[in-house]
């Protein structure tokens, strides 16, 4: 489904705010996550972040959180929209992160919504702010913050897929009438077929408890649940695996065409923190180099989740690396889900 955020001209990101995880060395602690630690070194990842014991995805979604409005030099009172992505489990049920985020900063009797659409929120998640604030002329600001906080009873963050997953979250104050890093469009759509590639069978209202003796140092990848669901039909899996990139590609031209730019126009790519490989089987289509991707900041940091986008977005502006005018393509999958969003600097 192709969505139209011009209708919400003039809405730009106006300061960003982190929190991350304690730094991890991926080399010094591989071997506790997994048998075969040199699989996992190949991957090219340096550091993870890796939150302490105690502290959750709603801490670390107020660190980032205050930091973008102190950033942005605005106060709570000033929100009137707060958007929370979460990528991993929630840290309760019958809950709303959105509206604990809320608590934490002190905004009060404001709108909240709470996305919990995979890898690709930080990405889609742009376009229902700008929609949500288009639809309500009388609302200025929002608040939008990405968090992934890994459950490592849940999952082995070295062995889902190929990526080390790591504990951050990003946050961005948006804001009416904000010419810099405009959000211009958002394109989605949803493959219904691959809904249940990463699903974990427990912890939910159909199994609640997890396996007696479960531990999730010996659970298997994603990989192993991707084989399970194509087994016997090998074109199937083929079609899969060629079909991540394209439906990329399929969908920043999409978000170029809603937006009414060309796409040779895209200056920027960035997408998940992958390895270098699948982050140029993303930009090289659309004639971006890799040096003009999240490829040299995937390696310090790790899979953060739908956290990835922004986070590169931020820390590449911070560092000059975007020059304004330029046009930048995020874009991500989720299970089941193709986003893209283009921001101009």
Known sequence: MAQDTNAATGFGIVSF????????????????????PDRVLKWGYRTFHRAA?????????REAGQQA???????????????????????????????????????????????????????????????TLAA??????????VVNRVSEFHRNRMNVINTVLSDAAVAVVVRRGHDANRILA???????????????????????????GWDATDAPSAYDQVREQFAGDPAKLRKFIGERYTRLVEVIEGAAARAGVDRREIAHVI?????STS??????????????????????????????????????????????????????????????????V
């Not at 309500?136 to 913050?145: C, H, K, M, N, S």
């Not at 997408?271 to 390895?275: A, E, M, Q, R």
């Not at 971006?288 to 940091?301: I, K, Q, S």
């Open 17 to 36: 705010g982190y929190a991350f995880g304690e730094d991890q060395d991926v080399a010094a602690v591989a071997a506790d996550y997994v048998d075969d």
């Open 186 to 212: 958002t394109e989605q759509f949803t493959d219904p077929e691959y809904s249940d590639l990463l699903r974990l069978d427990f912890g939910g209202a159909v199994q609640p408890l997890p396996p007696i």
């Open 279 to 344: 982050i140029a089987a993303v930009a090289t289509p659309l004639g971006v180099p890799l040096e003009r991707t999240n490829a040299a900041v995937a390696p310090g940091h790790g899979h953060m989740g739908g956290a990835d986008q922004l986070v590169s977005l931020g820390l590449q502006l911070e560092r000059g690396e975007l020059a304004a005018g330029e046009l930048v393509a995020l874009c991500g999958i989720s299970t089941g889900r193709w986003a893209a969003s283009l921001i101009r």
């Open 136 to 145: 309500r002329p009388e609302a200025d600001t929002a608040l939008f913050v």
């Open 271 to 275: 997408y998940l923190n992958d390895v």
């Open 69 to 131: 409005l102190d950033r942005a030099g605005i106060t709570a009172d000033a929100v009137d929209l707060v958007v929370v992505a979460t990528t991993d489990m929630p840290e309760y049920s019958y809950w709303d992160a959105a509206s604990a985020l809320a608590r934490e900063l002190k905004i009060e009797r404001t709108q909240t919504l709470w996305l919990n659409e995979g890898c690709g929120a930080g990405v889609g998640g742009l376009f229902y702010v700008a929609s």
């Open 53 to 61: 014991a105690g502290v959750t995805g709603t801490d670390l979604a």
